[in-house]
């Protein structure tokens, strides 16, 4: 459980920078994007986070806790967007 636990996030990275430079994108899907990838960025790097997921914490199911979390976060701040 030593890897990096966002590699199988690549993908999905990938994409998303891919989004944040397609000229036929919207402004605000390209800051969504960044949004998103600053989200992942933040708590790829949490030491305690990573810690936990690598030594499985959470029990087997930690990475998928990890990622779990990383949709809460962006989840409250599009909610809280929408308020006002």
Known sequence: MSKFWFENQKKKKKKKQELLFDHMATQPERNKAAFTEG???ALSTWTVLTLAV???FGGPDSREKAEWLVGVVISIFETSKKKT
Do not use: D, M, P
Request: hydrophobic share 35%.
């Open 54 to 56: 690598e030594e499985e």
């Open 39 to 41: 989200i992942h960025l």
